[in-house]
T-cell receptor, first 113, second 110 residues
C-alpha cells in the first residue's frame, strides 16, 4: 500500500541535542516537503525537494537541514535543538505534474526542554 | 500575503446542519485544493478544483470557485461529529509549492 511515514511520532529531548526526523514515502513521488505547524496555526513550508540531490529552503526560515539522497527518503536534521524548535513537523509528497495534490504523513510532535 | 484567507476562523454547528467555509486569495492560480486536519494529525486531501472549473462535488462536499472574485467555498452537507476538524484551502500556482491558508476550525456537536 502506497503511503508516507514519519518517525518518531513524538519526541521529547533536551536543549543542544542533535535530532533527525525521518520521512519516507512509497508512492515514487518526485516532490517532497517539510512543514512546521504550531497547534491551531497555519502550516509554514520550511524545506522542499523536487528530486534526488535537489533541496530548497521554504518560506519560513529554519535552522534545520534536509537531504534527498533517495527518492523515497527525505530526512530533516536539527544540529542543536532549542526550545524554540518545539512544534509539529509535517512531511508531505506529491507527484510531478500540474495538480500538485499533496499526501501528508502523520507528523512528528517535537518538544525541546 | 499570497496565502488564502479562510473565513470564518471557527465554526460551531449541530449534527445534520450544513457547514460553509470560504477562502479568498489575491493571486492567479492553477487550481485550489481543500484539506482536512484532525487534531494532532497530518492533512488529508479532500478535493481539488481547477481554475477553469466553477463547481465540483465529492460525496457530501461541494466546492465552488469564482476566479473573478478570487474566492472559493467549501460546503459540507449534513454534518457529522466525525467532520470535526480544521479545514485548509491551498493555492497551487505554476512552479511553486502549495500555499496553505490559516484554516477554519469546524466543531460539530451531537
Amino acid at each position: 500500500e502506497a503511503d508516507i511515514y514519519q518517525t518518531p511520532r513524538y519526541l521529547v529531548i533536551g536543549t543542544g541535542k542533535k535530532i533527525t526526523l525521518e520521512c519516507s514515502q512509497t508512492m515514487g513521488h518526485d516532490k517532497m516537503y517539510w512543514y512546521q505547524q504550531d497547534p491551531g496555526m497555519e502550516l509554514h513550508l520550511i524545506h522542499y525537494s523536487y528530486g534526488v540531490n535537489s533541496t530548497e529552503k521554504g518560506d519560513l526560515s529554519s535552522e534545520s537541514t534536509v537531504s534527498r539522497i533517495r527518492t523515497e527518503h527525505f530526512p530533516l536534521t536539527l544540529e542543536s535543538a532549542r526550545p524554540s524548535h518545539t512544534s509539529q513537523y509535517l512531511c508531505a509528497s506529491s507527484a510531478s505534474g500540474r495538480y500538485n495534490e499533496q499526501f501528508f504523513g502523520p507528523g512528528t510532535r517535537l518538544t525541546v526542554l | 500575503s499570497q496565502q488564502g484567507e479562510e473565513d470564518p476562523q471557527a465554526l460551531s454547528i449541530q449534527e445534520g446542519e450544513n457547514a460553509t467555509m470560504n477562502c479568498s486569495y489575491k493571486t492567479s492560480i492553477n487550481n485550489l485544493q481543500w484539506y482536512r486536519q484532525n487534531s494532532g494529525r497530518g492533512l488529508v486531501h479532500l478535493i481539488l478544483i481547477r481554475s477553469n472549473e466553477r463547481e465540483k462535488h465529492s460525496g457530501r462536499l461541494r466546492v465552488t470557485l469564482d476566479t473573478s472574485k478570487k474566492s472559493s467555498s467549501l460546503l459540507i452537507t449534513a454534518s457529522r461529529a466525525a467532520d470535526t476538524a480544521s479545514y485548509f484551502c491551498a493555492l497551487n500556482q505554476a512552479g511553486t509549492a502549495l500555499i496553505f491558508g490559516k484554516g477554519t476550525t469546524l466543531s460539530v456537536s451531537s
